[in-house]
């Protein structure tokens, strides 16, 4: 079973990349531009932009408790 898991977060963490630290930087870009200056650095939907972010750290946050549950049943 902890093999399974350790696949699945090796899995997930593959399929974030560096997602979570650009999510991070992009939630401060949200909140120090206008719509207009967001529109000008391509950022046309901020709805969209901070469902993107919730789901990418919301993954990550997943992947931390997974990893942790591992480490608890190797201990």
Do not use: W, Y
Request: include cysteine.
């Amino acid at each position: 079973m902890i093999n399974i898991a350790q696949f699945e977060i090796q899995r997930a963490r593959a399929s974030l990349g560096n997602m979570p630290e650009k999510a991070n930087k992009m939630i401060q870009l949200l909140n120090t531009h206008t719509k207009e200056q967001l529109v000008a650095l391509d950022v046309n939907s901020r709805t969209d932009t901070i469902l993107t972010m919730k789901r990418v750290l919301t993954i990550r946050g997943f992947v931390q408790t997974l990893e942790r549950k591992c480490q608890e049943m190797q201990a």
